[in-house]
Every structure is written in structure tokens, then in C-alpha cells.
């Protein structure tokens, strides 16, 4: 029975060193262990993302006197990097607040994409950042590290929020000192 147990043991922790192994290998290969300023964008080091509703269907539908005749709403309400003054090598938040109604109250997927520009070149766009929401107004915060050799001056952040419904984009300027 004792040694039912010990080779029982030793198959559990053999698989899970396989599973590890192949995790980390698959991880590998998608690139994720490489350095974040290379792969789908060159410029700056993006951390992570949070997302939250700020208004639900029937509040915004209330607000805003939707009809499910009026067809679909996808509106990009707000962006901004906080804070919009800063150094090289700091970090800041990239905040983009959009709005999504459809006539079903079902969650379609949503991309967000951001682009940074500089004297009217881009520098690097995001990774398209992919979710299924329910319709409302959200907000979606990335963080986002400047490079320590970015050089001093105003910048332009575009962003661009899609459905399967349309697209919508805006733009934001922050200042590196």
C-alpha cells in the first residue's frame, strides 16, 4: 500500500513538471518571456490592463433614451495618459472610457488599439487588446512605461476602439519633460 502511495506521488509531481515545462515552452514560443518594447509594438513597455463598468445598460439606456430601434452605439467617450506631464523611464496610465448599446443586450468582442505618435511618426501601436463586453460605458486603463531615451517634447496618443457595429478614435497629447 506504501508503495502504491510513493509511485502515485512521484507520477503527480512527474506530470506536473511536464505541464510546467510545457506551459513555459508554449509561453516561450508566443514570445511572452522576450522584451515587452519588441513583438506587435516597438515603443515604450506596456504592463497591464484593467477594465470596469462605469454605467450599466439600463442607467445609459435611461440617459441617453435609447431605443433598440435606433440600432447600435459604440462611441468612444474619453481618452488620456495621467499623469499628461512626465519623465522618461516613468510609468502612466493610458484611460480610454467608451460607450456600447445594441438592440440585444448580449457582450460582442471589442478591440482597443493605441498608437504613439511624435513629430507626425508613429513610434509604436499597441497590441490590440481584445475582451467581450455587455453593453455600458467602460473604462479600460493600461500602464504604460516611456523609454528611458524618450526624448523630451509633446506626444500624441490615438486610440481606437472597434466592434463588429463600427469604430470610433480619439486622440490625447501628453508631455515627456
Not at 18 to 47: E, H, K, N
Not at 82 to 95: D, H, I, M
Amino acid at each position: 500500500m506504501q508503495k502504491i502511495r510513493r509511485s502515485f506521488l512521484a507520477l503527480l509531481i512527474l506530470a506536473g513538471l511536464i505541464g510546467v515545462t510545457c506551459g513555459i515552452t508554449a509561453v516561450w514560443a508566443q514570445g511572452r518571456f522576450l522584451d515587452r518594447s519588441w513583438g506587435d509594438y516597438t515603443w515604450g513597455a506596456y504592463g497591464g490592463d484593467r477594465e470596469a463598468s462605469r454605467l450599466g445598460r439600463e442607467d445609459l439606456v435611461a440617459r441617453e433614451n435609447y431605443c433598440s430601434t435606433s440600432g447600435c452605439v459604440l462611441r468612444l467617450d474619453g481618452v488620456e495618459v495621467r499623469p499628461s506631464k512626465c519623465k522618461s523611464g516613468q510609468t502612466v496610465v493610458l484611460a480610454t472610457t467608451y460607450t456600447i448599446l445594441t438592440p440585444d443586450a448580449v457582450a460582442i468582442p471589442v478591440a482597443i488599439s493605441r498608437d504613439v505618435i511624435f513629430q507626425g511618426k508613429s513610434l509604436g501601436k499597441t497590441k490590440n487588446i481584445e475582451s467581450r463586453r455587455l453593453n455600458g460605458t467602460w473604462v479600460q486603463e493600461i500602464d504604460f512605461t516611456l523609454p528611458g531615451n524618450a526624448v523630451a517634447g509633446v506626444y500624441t496618443l490615438k486610440t481606437k476602439v472597434t466592434t463588429g457595429y463600427g469604430s470610433d478614435q480619439k486622440e490625447c497629447q501628453f508631455r515627456v519633460e
